[in-house]
T-cell receptor, first 117, second 112 residues
């Protein structure tokens, strides 16, 4: 089945720890995205990537890092510099129509709930 | 900063009524617009995409796009209690930027 897989579903982080959230897609999508959602809030963009080895900072990139070594994978590391990391993290992917400025529909993984303990 | 704004909720409608959800965007170059539904504790699921001015219908859902007014709306006809969820509007940034930005969402409650 094609789709986006995020793991783990739940993650607990101790103070000062770095943790990495996994996102894998087998939809052959070009673009991948990481969003953060806090209770009662919309989705805020952390990082996004169009092609392998290239990514852009979103609106709230501080304290986060990403890599895009493979088209299928876009892991997010929450570093110790992120002072308030407790949130619901969502990964998404879509096709990107080069030269037309058009995204096709983005599909989401099931999310990872990160809690600081 | 390019933004997507949604009308503040929550929105409450009786079962069988039409629910109207609105969204404005600031980037005139945006070309792709989406409506997502998100149930509490779950990830967003796509309802509609729209790329051209006018209306697009899919079952009980109709998306409307007016690029001149930078306005996108979603109408839900014959609303059902199962439609109770948060609805998120999204738009990409124009030109070569594939950034996909979401609004804060509107919570819809359909009362039986």
């Amino acid at each position: 089945d094609g789709g986006i897989t995020q793991s783990p579903k739940y993650l607990f982080r101790k103070e000062g720890q770095n943790v990495t959230l996994s996102c894998e897609q087998n939809l052959n999508h070009d673009a991948m995205y990481w969003y953060r959602q806090d209770p009662g809030q919309g989705l805020r963009l952390i990082y996004y990537s169009q092609i392998v080895n290239d990514f852009q900072k979103g609106d709230i990139a501080e304290g986060y890092s990403v890599s895009r070594e493979k088209k299928e994978s876009f892991p997010l590391t929450v570093t110790s510099a992120q002072k308030n990391p407790t949130a619901f993290y969502l990964c998404a992917s879509s096709f990107w129509a080069f030269g037309q400025g058009v995204n096709t529909e983005a599909f989401f993984g099931q999310g990872t709930r990160l809690t600081v303990v | 900063q390019k933004e997507v704004e949604q009308n503040s909720g929550p929105l409450s409608v009786p079962e069988g009524a039409i629910a109207s959800l609105n969204c404005t965007y600031s980037d005139r170059g945006s070309q792709s617009f989406f409506w997502y539904r998100q149930y509490s504790g779950k990830s967003p699921e796509l309802i509609m995409s729209i790329y051209s001015n006018g209306d697009k219908e899919d079952g009980r859902f109709t998306a409307q796009l007016n690029k001149a007014s930078q306005y996108v709306s979603l109408l839900i006809r014959d609303s059902q209690p199962s439609d109770s969820a948060t609805y998120l509007c999204a738009a990409n940034s124009g030109g070569s930027n594939y950034k996909l930005t979401f609004g804060k969402g509107t919570l819809l409650t359909v009362n039986p």
